[in-house]
């Protein structure tokens, strides 16, 4: 597998391999630094698997001093750096290259205090997602972003990805969800953003490294919002006859005023795939499906979905299922939860992650399946369809080569799509390497500079999580294009 | 000399011949907010006007900067949405004439009391365009809800003031209005007593979305404590029911009393001009902020109320020397917060700091980070810091 390049390793830092290694021995107790060939096989992809490179070593801090003592030698080392939270980007986000340390956040997973009354909680950037959630769940509250991979990912890596996750249509996505965050700097100078409250003014710098994809520094700690449980949740399913007719229901729920916790959608493949494995009762003679989610009391939860029922009726609905009890809300969701794994059970497959404006839903999943069948292969659509970002999951044979160069290739031909309807390349996954070579695609060269030059003003050397988002030679573009 | 760009061309040209420091201004309503600066010629985006598109069914906008806060909240509410964050309007507190305008609320990071509930304006921007000080029109974001290509110079520039390129066009998520409104009103209660129940309250599953305390004093003789609640009328209803059992009682503003009430706090009524005090906006966490006022009493005299169940704090203090500067900055140093003097005399803004200073290693990155966007410093430059 070779589409996506690589930089070649620099060969005069693999020749000080040795002595960087008892740099960072010097610097950390053993169990913190990762070395020999075995070890390092763990980290040398992430969920993006047909990708791997060996780092040169991976050390594991335990405190932010300790991050900030690593970054400072590794600076003054010119040696490049990989942050890493659980190593779930789908997007290659933490692929490793020959030449670089990774940096991970395992030993840092500390919960560091709670405030119900400020609601507010301060953790390491080594907790999982979570575990964040669950920590305050028995108080009544929770944190808000609940990306698939929430078991595993960290909240270190959801800030490099500014992740989002099923129910971002009513309480956003990672940004809209952290106070504050304290990050190591290239150079290992520790800086504090925002607090525990919530304007701080200034740059927000806070809002910049959120999503920055580790390009920026690497957070230790972050400061995120608690929101309060509501009364209840109850999902809805519903089979449509056609994905027109599921598309119209979703443009008209949103129309009508009303903003569910959640839409998500699923087409015919997709329902087939999930019941098989989760048995959760989805209709099979459905060409699509919805499952939107309301909250509030009983009566409230009842009103609200005799109103989105009447607007599904209204788009000849064919299957509803209401929720009566909390086993079926979690079967509902079930085999949404499951659709990833489930899909891994029938083929190899690639997940997209472009948002397309909702209006368009309906045209980007027909032309979707036009490139696939073009390319001689399957496509099956799981996505968040109330703010259009969608997943299509392109299966291919993972030991056939030819085959899964057409993957990517119709992958790619789905993200521009996405883009020329007046969407993006990724809703939630991030660029990583995975969809660096398209970013002229959707950016001028104007743009990319700009970015580029932000990029450079944290981290002059291109040193941390290099050949990452930009183009190869972003470097030299940054450099040159400030005049 | 006042350049008016009516294109985004012209603004272009304006910026690309400019070889002094240029003010940009929009409607001219917050004029007093920020360091005034010496520039040579004023840009004003007054005349980049207009609406480019409006989906209500994507429920997206997407407006030239210089269209006014009130002409789009007029055409939201003809399809029964509005703008999330209930942008604060400065007029009052400064008298004065202009209008708001949608890139200035951008640029200026501008929300009111459903801040605490539906996030900042910095939340609802998903688009922007600018023009960076080599004359580049630049794009970032767009007009979907979930991106996240590349680096989010959104974030960057809601809250820049300008200083990181004239926005031309900037891009918001909207709402559906909820079809009613009504307040729950605690009186007479002491700050801390109130905080401590709009806490409870906000911490509450009933989805509050304006949580204030004003002291005796401030818009009326005693202490009130509200609780804003908007949603269709039966959950309006019942929810207001339960809330009373959590903070104790209280009674009901009605949807009209309600919004009339909620407009003077979000415009910060009780210290309009021709009050001339000066005035800070202190964002802090809920729990430190009676410690902070107290901090600050003990220096001498001050009006203040809270928004934001507490997190957000308006201080009017007598101008004098500093605007008690120095005791606002070390309550702030002490409670945690971020601290700005939001209305002053123009020397005095020269003088002092209005937006709090930054760590050493975060001024450096300011600095470094303005000039990748505008390194020969002639877009607003000294607006935030001098010299940046």
């Known amino acids: 597998m070779t589409a996506i390049a690589f930089p070649k390793p620099d060969p005069a830092i693999l020749a000080r391999r040795d002595e960087i290694i008892a740099g960072l021995a010097a610097l950390v107790p053993p169990e913190c630094l990762v070395t020999s060939e075995d070890e390092r096989r763990a980290f040398e992809t992430d969920a993006l698997t047909a990708y791997r490179r060996l780092p040169l070593a991976v050390v594991l801090p335990r405190t932010t001093e300790e991050t900030s003592k690593v970054m400072a030698f590794l600076h003054g080392a010119g040696v490049k750096v990989v942050a890493r939270g659980a190593g779930t980007s789908l997007a290659g986000g933490a692929i490793p290259q020959e030449d670089a340390v990774v940096v991970g956040l395992s030993k840092m997973s500390k919960i560091l205090g709670v405030d119900f ?26 944190y808000a972003p609940d990306p698939s991979s929430q078991l595993a990912c960290t909240i270190g890596g959801n800030i490099g990805m500014n992740s989002g996750g099923a129910h971002c249509l009513k309480y956003g996505v990672t940004t809209n969800n952290i106070l504050g965050a304290r990050m190591v700097l290239a150079d290992g100078a520790i800086v504090e953003m925002g607090g525990d409250w919530l304007d701080s003014g200034g740059l927000d710098f806070l809002g910049l490294v959120i999503g920055s994809e580790g390009q920026l520094g690497i957070v230790t700690e972050a400061t995120v919002r608690l929101l309060r449980q509501a009364e209840g949740a109850r999902p809805v399913l519903f089979g449509f006859p056609t994905s027109e007719a599921a598309g119209a229901c979703v443009a008209d729920i949103i129309g009508n005023g009303i903003i569910p916790v959640a839409i998500e959608f699923m087409d015919k493949l997709a329902i087939e795939i999930c019941e098989a494995f989760a048995h959760a009762g989805y209709p099979l003679d459905a060409g699509a499906l919805l499952i939107v989610e309301v909250e509030g009391s009983e009566t409230e939860m009842d009103a609200q979905l005799q109103r989105i029922v009447e607007i599904a009726q209204r788009h000849g609905v064919s299957t509803v299922r209401e929720s009566k009890s909390a086993m079926e809300t979690a079967a509902i969701w079930k085999g949404r939860k499951s659709a990833f794994g489930a899909t891994g059970r ?17 045209h980007v999943l027909e032309k979707t399946d036009e490139i696939v069948k073009h390319y001689g292969l399957r496509v099956a659509n799981v996505f968040h369809a109330g703010d259009g970002n969608m997943h299509p999951l392109v299966m291919y044979n993972v030991n056939d080569p030819a085959e899964q160069e057409k993957a990517e290739a119709a992958g790619m031909d789905i993200l521009k799509l996405c883009v020329d309807v007046g969407g993006c390349l990724t809703g939630e996954h991030g660029v990583g390497i995975e969809k660096r070579d398209l970013m002229r695609h959707q950016f001028s060269e104007a743009d990319l ?35 | 000399m006042i350049l008016s760009p009516t294109s985004e061309a012209e603004l272009i040209e304006a910026v690309r011949a400019a070889r002094a420091p240029l003010a940009i201004e929009g409607g001219g309503s917050k004029g007093g907010l920020g360091r005034p600066l010496q520039a040579q010629d004023t840009l004003s985006l007054k005349n980049l006007g207009g609406v480019i ?12 900067a210089g269209t006014p806060v009130a002409q789009l909240e007029q055409m939201l509410a003809e399809h029964g949405q509005m703008l999330p964050f209930e942008p604060m309007n400065h007029q009052s507190i400064y008298g004065a004439a202009g209008a708001p305008t949608i890139g200035a609320v951008a640029a200026c990071n501008i929300s009111g009391p459903r801040r605490i509930s539906h996030g900042a304006a910095r939340d609802s921007l998903i688009g922007v365009r600018f023009v960076n000080g080599f004359g580049e029109a630049i794009n970032s974001g767009g007009r979907v809800m979930k991106n996240v290509t590349g680096l989010d110079l959104v974030k960057l520039q809601a809250g820049a003031f300008g200083t990181l390129g004239p926005l ?8 559906p209005r909820p079809s009613t409104q009504a307040t729950l009103a605690l009186h007479g209660l002491d700050d801390a007593r109130a905080i401590g129940a709009l806490c409870r309250a906000v911490g509450s599953p009933f989805e509050i979305s304006g949580a204030a305390h004003l002291p005796a004093g401030i818009l009326g003789d005693a202490p009130r404590t509200l609780l804003r609640i908007e949603n269709v009328p039966e959950s309006v209803v019942y929810r207001l029911g339960e809330l009373q059992k959590i903070v104790g009682g209280g009674d009901t503003l009605d949807a009209a009393q309600s919004e009339a009430l909620w407009r003077q706090v979000r415009d910060v009524a009780a210290f309009a001009s021709p009050d001339a005090r000066a005035l800070w906006r202190i964002s802090t966490a809920p729990s430190r902020a009676v410690d902070l006022v107290r901090r600050v009493q003990q220096g001498g005299a001050v009006a203040h109320f809270y928004d934001w169940s507490g997190g957000l704090v308006w201080l009017a203090v007598e101008t004098g020397d500093d605007a008690r500067a120095a005791d606002i900055r070390a309550a702030v140093a002490a409670c945690g917060g971020h601290a700005t003097l939001v209305r002053a005399p123009v020397d005095l803004r020269a003088r002092v700091d209005v937006f709090q200073p930054p760590s050493a290693p975060l001024m450096a990155l300011t600095r470094a980070v303005k000039a990748s966007f505008d390194p020969n410093a002639i877009l607003n430059p000294g607006r935030m810091y001098a010299g940046v």
């Open chain 2, 168 to 175: 031309s066009e900037v891009t918001f998520k909207v709402l």
């Open chain 1, 449 to 483: 500079a700009q970015q580029m030059r932000v990029r450079a003003a944290f981290d002059e050397g291109w040193l941390l999580n290099p050949a990452k988002v930009f183009p190869l030679d972003g470097r030299t573009i940054a450099a040159t294009s400030a005049r």
């Open chain 1, 117 to 142: 009354a400020d609601r507010s909680m301060r953790v390491q950037a080594g907790v999982t997602n979570l575990a964040i959630s669950n920590a305050v769940a028995a108080d009544g509250f929770f």
């Open chain 2, 53 to 64: 598109f409006y989906e209500p069914a994507e429920m997206v906008f997407r407006a030239r």
């Open chain 1, 346 to 362: 029938v083929a190899d497959y690639i997940c997209m992650d472009g948002t397309v404006p909702t209006s368009q839903l309906c």
